[in-house]
């Protein structure tokens, strides 16, 4: 069973940046994919980005296409979300997660990590 850890999250104000960080505990195969979801009190989890491990082909919500970036470091096993240009609205928890389906439906991954708050003021 793989175990992810997020880093990376806080408090900012709007207009910053912060990188979230998501190590893995084993190998990530090129099969995999992985995902960044968040999700705001009150809300349902929402999807925001995800990237194929293979061929490092992504997708974003479009809440925070262009302001996001997501990436990944292979030999390290570790998937990162920089975000810039942070809002108020994007104040939620965020989670990453794994799978082996290219999809953008929490239900589609398998593993997920614990959370990490990323709270912007305003």
């Known amino acids: 069973q793989v175990h992810l850890a997020e880093s990376g999250g806080g408090s900012v104000q709007a207009g910053d940046s912060l990188r979230l960080s998501c190590a893995a505990s084993?190998?990530?195969?090129?099969?995999?994919?992985m995902a960044w979801f968040r999700q705001a009190p009150g809300k349902e989890r929402e999807f925001v980005s995800r990237?194929?491990?293979?061929?490092?082909?992504?997708r974003y919500a479009d809440s925070v296409k262009g302001r996001f970036t997501i990436s990944k470091d292979g030999p390290k096993n570790t998937m990162y979300l920089q975000m810039n240009s942070l809002k108020p609205e994007d104040t939620a928890v965020y989670s990453c997660?794994?799978?082996?389906?290219?999809?953008?439906?929490?239900?589609?991954?398998?593993?997920w990590g614990q959370g990490i708050q990323v709270t912007v003021s305003t």
């Open positions: 997660a794994i799978g082996l389906s290219a999809s953008n439906w929490h239900g589609a991954y398998d593993y």
């Open positions: 084993e190998r990530i195969y090129s099969s995999n994919f």
């Open positions: 990237i194929g491990w293979g061929f490092g082909n992504t």
